[in-house]
């Protein structure tokens, strides 16, 4: 019999925060690139991609990725798009962690949604970057990997949502030549 104290309410069966915390802390700093992207780019990158000097200057050229015909999405800049998404990322796991019961599964699925377009933008934006250009973004890669990573710890909590559900509707069957536990 367990004891109250130890049980967890019904809205936490499927949460992880583990995996929503490495996805909030990943997204605050897709943030950070974001808007280091935006003030570099705000500054003519003059002093590089980072804004720390020259340093890679021969093999990145952001201000050439970001000024090409790939750099804006229905006329808006793509840093002011990757700055929105991530903050999108960030509020919807805040939202699975602190709101309320109802919102835990909604706004898990809609992060899948706009993580799952974000990954494909991303990849869609560096295959552009390594095909169409001949020209790197240090700052645009590196947001790249971020958006990676947590389209992989999406999915893994995404799968974990959903198999104690699927289990539930579909429960082990009975094998030939097994005898059935009661």
């Known amino acids: 019999m367990a004891q109250q104290g130890k049980q967890s309410p019904a809205r936490l069966s499927g949460y992880h925060p583990t995996l929503d915390r490495a996805i909030f802390v990943l997204a605050m700093l897709?943030?950070?690139?974001?808007?280091?992207?935006?003030?570099?780019?705000?500054?003519?990158?003059?002093?590089?991609?980072?804004?720390?000097?020259?340093?890679g200057a021969?093999?990145?050229d952001c201000g050439a990725v970001v000024s090409s015909a790939a750099g804006t999405f229905l006329g808006v800049s793509n840093t002011l798009w990757g700055l929105v998404f991530y903050l999108g990322v960030g509020l919807l796991?805040?939202?699975?962690?602190?709101?309320?019961?109802?919102?835990?599964?909604?706004s898990k699925m809609l992060r899948?949604?706009?993580v799952g377009f974000g990954f494909l933008y991303s990849a869609y934006l560096t295959l552009y970057q390594f095909t169409q250009l001949d020209a790197r973004c240090l700052l645009c890669l590196l947001s790249a990997g971020i958006v990676t990573?947590?389209?992989?710890l999406v999915v893994l909590d995404a799968r974990r949502v959903e198999a104690p559900a699927s289990a539930a509707k579909h429960p082990p069957k009975h094998r030939p030549g097994k005898k059935a536990i009661a």
């Open 30 to 55: 897709g943030v950070l690139v974001a808007v280091h992207l935006w003030i570099q780019q705000g500054r003519g990158f003059a002093e590089g991609c980072t804004g720390f000097g020259d340093a």
């Open 112 to 114: 899948l949604g706009l």
């Open 58 to 60: 021969s093999v990145f």
């Open 149 to 152: 990573v947590i389209a992989v």
């Open 93 to 106: 796991t805040a939202l699975a962690a602190v709101g309320p019961a109802g919102w835990l599964r909604p």
